[in-house]
């Protein structure tokens, strides 16, 4: 029987299926312990076996404050069996059909016990009761780990809220309901389908286990995916300038130049037709020129935050202007981006460099004083093991850095797809954003470890003088250029909350604008999808929470607001400009061929 990841069954699977199936992973896991048995070595040193937060040590520490704290400990423990008293004895009034509230229940947004099962079968629901109310004394328990460092106790936090989510009764076969629905469905031929799909994981990993997110064969760069037309117009080491052809007779004067983060690549921006928010900028009747930055090797390792300024945005605007003759810009940055935006600002208002005329900032942080869960991973030891590692291939590999970024929700963005995949042995759906989140690039070394010294661990951008660029000591209150800044409410990757301070640090007109959902999905938000919604508020008190309490909420996406926002700084219209027929020669086709290089 063919495994058709996720067909319907023709018969249960036999016995040499399953042992052809169970052979291979024996196989692959001997391959993969025999590879790991050797200790690693760069420049003649051990490295250490992979523990980023460090939480050998801390489980000791945490251990040895527990048992000199027994009250915090009995405490828990007598809360813990008092509820689970009453879980089981709702559950055997459940049985005799009384109605019954429940003793605990998941927390809002909570998808794992999404299944009618969890709530109408009694069995189902003391088994999820139950392990909420473990969850609940896990967290608790490490709570209290009184005097212990506020860094170390989050990540000890962290650590057992990963665990918690492991232990899920929905990661098991026989207590999650729809899988073993689907079980007796297909007869067992799920658990087949997904062990086949478990072991081509396996095989094309090369460390641990990458789950597969998307069908990864239903998209290709330039042919379904970054396919708005235009020329790369200039290029070198760092980075290629796209110009796309226009679809209007008329443009604005000024073009827009976005700013895409250099650990991933641009095409969010650019995904399918009727998801590209390149395309609908071109068709608003913008020229929009992209830097599509160059997925480096160790031969880059020495290219820092200067270099990408210099030989990213700035070069760009000279480029934009042998191209089309114009001098200002309308400024788009997203992400790290949208910080090497800010630094630039601030680098330019110390030279006096008016060229940009608006700057949006779409989930940019300037302030890094609460980076959320993704500081867990950065402080002075985690950032010298980190810089240990990276040292022989001078860079990091653009794969540590999706994975780091999938722990972070790794409800959504492991279990989910761990139980669709190999428990009910489906095929991961085609996903234009999941091909692109899969789509990993790297960071030079010196890059790396200028961003995470001196911004994350050390905050130095929001300081007067803090950081040199360039021969200029800036200061991003100095920066006087009208600014849109685009936050997302369930950003985990650059949290509103920390962003809405660069309405406190800029000294220009600005707008602060909220969007529904997350750090892509609240960016990339098309308006003929009518999906999510925002806030936006004309005060900036001091406090994010009371800019919250008087906003108002909009239905839809921001981008027509933004779109009316930066239409004050378009410069009148002109004809429309094709690209390699000004002062830049075409180079080759957009998307061009830095994005199309992937990470073997």
């Not at 896991?29 to 050998?56: E, H, S, T, W, Y």
């Not at 406090?543 to 909009?554: C, Q």
């Not at 390699?580 to 992937?598: D, W």
């Amino acid at each position: 029987m063919a495994n058709d990841r996720g067909g319907k069954a023709s018969g249960p699977p036999s016995a040499f299926e399953l042992m052809d199936v169970t052979g291979k992973l024996a196989r692959e896991n001997l391959r993969r312990a025999a590879g790991q048995a050797f200790p690693v070595k760069i420049n003649g040193r051990r490295v250490p076996m992979a523990d980023p937060l460090g939480l050998g040590n801390l489980w000791i520490e945490f251990s040895k404050r527990l048992w000199t704290d027994p009250v915090a400990l009995a405490r828990v423990q007598m809360d813990f069996w008092r509820d689970f008293s009453s879980v089981w004895q709702n559950t055997f009034k459940r049985g005799f059909g009384a109605e019954v509230e429940p003793v605990i229940s998941p927390e809002p947004g909570d998808r794992r016990f999404s299944d009618d099962a969890w709530d109408e079968n009694l069995v189902f629901d003391c088994i999820k009761q139950t392990y909420l109310l473990l969850t609940r004394a896990g967290q608790e328990l490490v709570s209290g780990a009184n005097g212990m460092h506020e860094q170390d106790a989050r990540k000890l936090e962290f650590a057992t809220a990963q665990m918690l989510n492991a232990l899920s009764p929905t990661n098991f076969a026989v207590t999650n309901p729809a899988v073993l629905r689907e079980t007796l469905e297909s007869r067992g031929k799920n658990l087949v389908d997904g062990l086949n799909n478990l072991f081509a994981d396996l095989s094309r990993s090369r460390e641990g286990l990458d789950i597969s997110m998307t069908d990864m064969e239903s998209f290709e760069v330039g042919k379904n995916l970054a396919v708005t037309p235009g020329k790369v117009v200039y290029q070198n080491e760092l980075m290629q300038l796209i110009q796309y052809a226009p679809t209007t007779e008329q443009v604005a004067r000024r073009p827009l130049l976005i700013i895409p983060p250099w650990m991933n690549k641009f095409y969010v921006m650019d995904l399918r037709p009727g998801n590209s928010m390149i395309q609908w900028l071109v068709d608003q009747g913008q020229t929009v020129f992209m830097i599509s930055w160059v997925n480096p090797g160790a031969e880059l390792a020495q290219k820092d935050f200067e270099n990408y300024m210099l030989e990213g945005p700035l070069a760009a605007l000279d480029a934009i202007e042998k191209a089309i003759g114009e001098r200002e810009v309308n400024a788009v940055g997203y992400c790290l981006g949208g910080i090497l935006l800010s630094a630039m600002l601030a680098w330019m208002a110390a030279r006096k460099d008016t060229r940009i005329k608006s700057a949006t900032l779409l989930t940019t942080m300037v302030d890094f004083s609460d980076t959320g869960d993704v500081s867990l991973f950065i402080d002075e030891e985690g950032i010298e093991k980190l810089e240990q590692q990276i040292q022989e291939k001078g860079y990091l590999d653009g794969r540590k850095v999706f994975e780091t970024f999938r722990v972070l929700r790794a409800n959504d963005l492991v279990w989910s797809f761990y139980i669709n995949n190999y428990l009910m042995g489906r095929s991961p759906a085609p996903f234009d954003l999941l091909y692109w989140n899969a789509d990993s690039t790297n960071m030079p070394a010196a890059v790396h470890t200028w961003v995470m010294r001196n911004l994350y661990l050390e905050n130095r951008l929001k300081k007067r003088g803090g950081v040199k660029l360039a021969g200029e000591t800036i200061d991003v209150k100095r920066v006087e250029t009208p600014t849109y800044v685009l936050s997302t409410s369930e950003d985990h990757i650059a949290p509103w909350k920390t962003t809405y301070q660069t309405t406190q640090l800029f000294s220009g007109p600005l707008k602060f604008v909220l969007g529904a959902s997350g750090h892509i999905a609240g960016v990339i938000n098309p308006p003929h999808k009518n999906k999510y919604g925002y806030w936006t508020n004309k005060e900036f008190p001091a406090s994010a929470d009371k800019w919250l309490a008087g906003a108002k909420v909009h239905e839809g996406s921001w981008w027509p607001d933004w779109k009316h926002w930066v239409g004050r700084f378009s410069g009148g219209k002109v004809a429309a400009r094709v690209p390699g027929l000004g002062g830049l020669p075409a180079i080759e086709n957009a998307p061009g061929s830095y994005v199309r290089a992937r990470i073997d």
